[in-house]
């Protein structure tokens, strides 16, 4: 074997082990990042939610209050995203925003990202990842009505 077709093999196998890795796939899947300001916390999130290597969102389902905080940390070596955004959704019941509530989305979360949403309006969310939604990868935030004081 020559050493240019050694040479050649090896980029092969490098560029298959980047991609198998997750770390092509920002290259390949571009997703518009937007979010609508409220992404960054002020203090410690009110729930967690963790995206998996399964395609799924762990806890699929979470219920907080009005005024509270989810964060997402992408636990995976995929690329994720967190989309509450009907314009994005391949298929329509992959989605529910309550009324008078804004879409939200994280764009492309790498391994280890993290992103937040405050949630202001009460209901049901129903949110994808625009990669995977068509291995069924989505969840659900249930938004009570803030507590009175």
Known sequence: MSTMSRIIGLRGYFFLFLLMMGLLVPLIISTPGYSNGDSTPSRAPDAVVTLTDMLTFDPYDVVIRAGQTVEWKNGSVLVH??????????????????????????????????????????????????????ASMVGVVTVKPAAHR
């Open 81 to 134: 995203t967190v989309t509450a955004d009907p314009g994005l959704a391949a298929n329509k019941k992959d989605i529910a925003l309550p009324e008078g509530a804004k879409p939200f989305n994280s764009g492309n979360m790498e391994p280890g990202g993290v992103f937040s949403h405050k949630f202001t309006v009460p209901g049901t969310y129903k949110y994808f990842c625009i990669p995977h939604e068509g």
